[in-house]
């Protein structure tokens, strides 16, 4: 099971700090990756992280603002998202699954809401 934490309203420009927790299970052997859903629009891919050298992904969208990160020891992996804008906003989810840049994504979490907005 996964769950997202630290979702909220924040100013353009601001900064949030999501992580996603696994229960049941160790993370320590799945790539994790962060997807959001804007309303009215498909989601899409934002970052993603392997668990073999911790190699990363980002979305040209948020490339330079955004940084994905995991702690096994905690069982968590962390999306820092910095400088943020109107266009960050969507329900973001964490989903484990086989590839971080192919997938296929395999458990999901259930989606934090961030808001960006003046």
């Known amino acids: 099971q996964l769950v997202e934490y630290g979702g909220g309203l924040v100013q353009p420009g601001g900064s949030l700090r999501l992580s996603c927790v696994a229960s049941?299970?160790?993370?320590?052997?799945?790539?994790v990756g962060w997807f959001r859903q804007a309303p009215g629009k498909e989601r899409e891919g934002v970052a993603s992280?392997?668990?073999?050298?911790?190699?990363?992904y980002y979305a040209d969208s948020v490339q330079g603002r955004f940084t994905i990160s995991r702690d096994n020891a905690e069982n968590t992996v962390y999306l820092q998202m910095n400088s943020l804008k109107p266009e960050d906003t969507g329900v973001y989810y964490c989903a484990a699954g086989t590839d971080y840049l192919r997938g296929p994504w395999d458990y999901w979490g259930q989606g934090t809401q961030v808001t960006v907005s003046s």
């Open positions: 992280i392997s668990y073999v050298h911790y190699g990363t």
């Open positions: 049941g299970d160790k993370i320590d052997y799945y790539p």
